[in-house]
């Protein structure tokens, strides 16, 4: 579904991202992992078309979406969750969710997706009508995943969503994530909890500096003494 390939972006003359390659199959949980600094929502910014590759090209579904602006790339079945949530604090939660649905004309079956977001996530029913910035952390995260649902994506990027949140709403989330995978929505991690990440993932990528050190099976790398000591505080 997802192709990386040589990956080379800068931010001026700061080389960030450093010939990354690495794959995102149909129906697979893929997480980034790496400390913070190591270029994971770089990559992602650029998978999405909010930054534009120096070197190296990003295909999705076989089509090359390197110079795809990133409104057009979601209406080729991508979305992204970015950190820090960026919902429209002074719109109301329905506004917000239905702002999800911009690219899409099916009326019934966007009312359709719609309750399916509230039965995912009843909170966001109960304040449906509430200005979206007075939410709690949790419950915006919630409605920034719900939003980035509406638009009936075949990949959705996640970045950092469980930051910031307490435990229990920690659980609540990656809970979510793999209801999401469940679905048949291919889902793109990156997340600094990188125990729990491995945990729900199929395959994962270990970045240091924008490049990839190691890459495998998310339980075999959750096993592995290197990546434990490194990233997981074992």
Same mark, same amino acid.
């Given at each position: ?21 690495f ?66 604090a ?44 007075t ?20 990949? %959705?990027?996640? *970045?950092?969503?469980? !930051? /910031?949140?307490?435990?229990? &709403? @920690?659980? #609540?989330?990656?809970? %979510?994530?793999? *209801?999401?995978?469940? !679905? /048949?929505?291919?889902?793109? &991690? @990156?997340? #600094? ?6 945990s ?23 096993a ?11």
């Amino acid at each position: 579904m997802l192709q990386v390939r040589d990956l080379h972006v800068y931010y001026d003359k700061i080389h960030a991202i450093k010939g990354v390659d690495f794959d995102v199959k149909p129906g697979e949980i893929v997480s980034l992992i790496g400390a913070n600094g190591a270029g994971k929502t770089t990559i992602l910014h650029t998978i999405s078309g909010i930054l534009k590759p120096t070197e190296g090209f990003v295909k999705f579904q076989g089509e090359n979406i390197s110079s795809v602006p990133a409104h057009r790339i979601v209406y080729m079945g991508m979305a992204h969750v970015p950190e820090g949530r960026r919902i429209f604090a002074q719109m109301t939660v329905l506004e917000n969710l239905q702002m999800g649905a911009f690219t899409r004309k099916d009326t019934v079956q966007i009312r359709r997706d719609m309750e399916k977001i509230f039965t995912r996530f009843p909170r966001l029913k109960e304040r449906m009508s509430q200005l979206a910035g007075t939410l709690s952390g949790g419950e915006q995260q919630m409605l920034a995943m719900g939003r980035a649902l509406m638009s009936n994506p075949t990949l %959705i990027l996640l *970045d950092e969503p469980s !930051m /910031g949140l307490a435990p229990i &709403l @920690v659980d #609540q989330i990656f809970s %979510i994530i793999e *209801d999401i995978k469940a !679905m /048949g929505t291919t889902v793109l &991690l @990156v997340e #600094q909890n990188a125990t729990r990440a491995l945990s729900i993932a199929d395959r994962a990528y270990v970045l240091e500096t924008g490049k990839v050190v190691m890459a495998g099976d998310a339980k075999e790398l959750l096993a592995n003494t290197d990546i434990k000591s490194a990233y997981l505080g074992g």
